[in-house]
């Protein structure tokens, strides 16, 4: 039988508060397991003192003992070294520092003894201090590291009762030197097809005598289909065992780090730049067709023996390049290219 207006009017009417009466209920239950949330947070979850987002932050500065490094945020949201604006910091290191301090898992929350010492935290090894684009701070103390090396004791200078035991990780990521923070230029990809000519110069011998210089060219150009011919003058060298090592390596150069940001004129002396060993001009076309060149001027070995100091064009910025990838380069910068 069918129900008339009234009926389904009843109806209605009593849907709408059964719908309201249920909301209701889980709202008070909601409320409740938040209050029970803050009241006891369970071992291993965030405390509250650290939930802000990265981009709540306008300040940074920390020591590790040996080192002091203070940060900033700029008007883009990209932090910055204090020391240089200008300074090519990457921002993954400090993403991960403040990931560390917004994601606050202590292993454990002791009870503060009055003894600090027991702690390492009467002579603390280090200190961090973030500050909230709204002014506020967050003071970090850091002591010993705990019997297996993993952890380390932490105190929260807004709160000495409490000591907390944490992942050495954030200690370690505040141990990172500036230069290794550096965001290093990438070095184009030379694929064969898409050089055209090879420079390498050596150094100037001490008694005057000219620096050796060896010139590779190639007519064709990028796209065009075929094998590439290599000549040095009119030597087709294209098989030449030292040229297919050099083009191997070419392909490959990569900076692996920052030796120096702003070196000084004896850094420069140091590093070998008063008269480089080599230096390599490499002009070639993109894959739009624009013609470029790099350049490269290669110093001496690093002391620990892992590269050799290297300029990018006209930057005074000292990069490390491996010592594999520059051994036909050397070879051919000092003895010239043995075509026989």
């Not at 909301?23 to 947070?41: D, F, K, T």
């Not at 003992?65 to 949201?77: A, I, M, N």
């Amino acid at each position: 039988m069918e129900m008339d207006w009234r009926q389904r009017r009843t109806v209605t009417v009593l849907t709408a508060v059964l719908l309201t009466l249920l909301a209701a209920v889980l709202i008070v239950l909601g409320i409740r397991y938040r209050e029970n949330r803050q009241e006891a947070p369970e071992e291993g979850e965030p405390l509250a003192a650290a939930s802000m987002t990265v981009e709540g932050y306008s300040a940074l500065v920390y020591s590790n003992g040996s080192t002091t490094l203070s940060f900033t945020v700029e008007e883009d949201g990209a932090w910055a070294w204090e020391n240089d604006r200008a300074f090519p910091l990457r921002q993954e290191t400090i993403n991960s520092i403040l990931a560390l301090l917004i994601n606050w898992r202590p292993q454990q929350t002791l009870a503060a003894e009055e003894d600090l010492s027991a702690y390492g935290l009467d002579e603390p090894t280090g200190f961090l201090t973030l500050t909230g684009a709204d002014g506020s701070v967050r003071a970090l103390s850091f002591g010993k590291t705990t019997t297996d090396g993993a952890s380390r004791y932490v105190m929260e200078q807004s709160d000495p009762s409490k000591v907390y035991i944490i992942p050495d990780t954030l200690f370690t990521q505040m141990s990172i030197p500036i230069y290794d923070m550096c965001d290093v230029p990438l070095l184009p990809l030379l694929e064969e097809s898409s050089i055209r000519s090879i420079l390498i110069r050596g150094s100037e011998s001490e008694d005057g005598a000219p620096a050796l210089v060896t010139i590779l060219t190639t007519a064709k150009r990028s796209g065009e289909d075929g094998p590439v011919t290599w000549l040095q003058g009119s030597e087709n060298v294209t098989a030449n065992e030292t040229v297919r090592a050099l083009l191997e390596d070419l392909r490959a150069l990569v900076f692996t780090k920052c030796v120096d940001y702003d070196p000084s004129d004896e850094a420069l002396t140091i590093c070998g730049f008063d008269a480089p060993p080599a230096v390599l001009t490499v002009n070639y076309t993109t894959d739009t067709g624009v013609d470029e060149s790099l350049s490269l001027t290669i110093g001496a070995p690093m002391l620990d023996g892992s590269g050799r100091y290297v300029r990018l064009g006209d930057s005074t910025t000292v990069y490390a390049l491996p010592t594999a990838a520059l051994d036909p380069l050397m070879r051919v910068a000092a003895n010239g290219l043995d075509v026989t």
